[in-house]
């Protein structure tokens, strides 16, 4: 069980246009998503919170314009890189948590490349 | 504000050999999680633990919730080349269910 899906693995993209991932928890009811990113041999960095139905709560220093979220049923939730940039590569991760359990479930993460 | 201090760092091991990390943290939890990254993956949990002292295992892995809430440590026994990837240390922050991470333990294996 847990099991969470990310689509795409991985997206290469040109400068100016907008790219969506989607991530889905496929075998329980998410009720709260988060949004992570990753460069390479660091840690994760939370971008936002995403709870089902109403407004995503990003971190500090994340711009909510361009990185839209929506959260739209318990098994969906989807990040839109806007406008993306080559500084806007990187490695995307969601995660999903059941109700008020303290453990996340990992998405296989999606790779994105801005040229 | 709360950090979760994870070490070593790295680690260079022969295979068969046991393998220890820890994390501490400058405040008390009330959960600790350990998840491994492979590379190019997301991270999969391997072990949580909810209470103070508890000892859990899974597999050749052991983990265990530290008596003063501040500290935890994995354990990996008879280390094998599968075991290569990044170990992170999670704990929540605050309410809303937001976990802080430690800075992970990137683990090599020789065969």
């Known amino acids: 069980g847990a099991v969470v899906s990310q689509h795409p693995s991985r997206v290469i993209c040109k400068s100016g246009t907008s790219v969506k991932i989607e991530c889905r928890s496929l075998?329980?009811?998410?009720?709260?998503m988060f949004w992570y990113r990753q460069f390479p041999k660091q840690s994760l960095m939370l971008m936002a919170t995403?709870?089902?139905?109403?407004?995503?709560?990003?971190e500090q220093g994340v711009e909510k314009d361009k990185f839209l979220i929506n959260h739209a049923s318990l098994t969906l939730s989807t990040l839109t890189v806007t406008s993306a940039h080559p500084e806007d590569s990187s490695f995307y991760i969601c995660?999903?948590?059941?109700?008020?359990?303290?453990?996340?479930?990992f998405g296989p993460g999606t790779r994105l490349l801005v040229l | 504000g709360q950090q979760l201090n994870q070490s070593p760092q790295s680690m260079f091991i022969q295979e068969g050999e046991d393998v220890s990390m820890n994390c501490t943290s400058s405040?008390?939890?009330?959960?600790w999680l350990w998840y491994k990254q492979d590379p190019g993956e997301g991270p999969v949990l391997l072990i949580a633990?909810?209470?103070?002292?508890e000892l859990t295992s899974n597999g050749r892995l052991t983990a265990q919730f530290g008596i003063t809430r501040k500290d935890s440590f994995l354990n990996i026994s008879a280390s094998i080349p599968s075991d290569v990837g990044i170990y992170f240390c999670?704990?929540?922050?605050?309410?809303?269910?937001?976990?802080?991470f430690g800075q992970g333990t990137e683990l090599s294996v020789k065969p």
């Open positions: 405040s008390i939890f009330n959960t």
């Open positions: 075998d329980f009811q998410a009720t709260t």
């Open positions: 633990l909810y209470k103070a002292g």
């Open positions: 995660s999903a948590r059941f109700r008020a359990q303290e453990t996340q479930y």
């Open positions: 999670a704990g929540p922050l605050g309410w809303g269910g937001k976990l802080i």
């Open positions: 995403s709870n089902e139905g109403s407004k995503a709560t990003y």
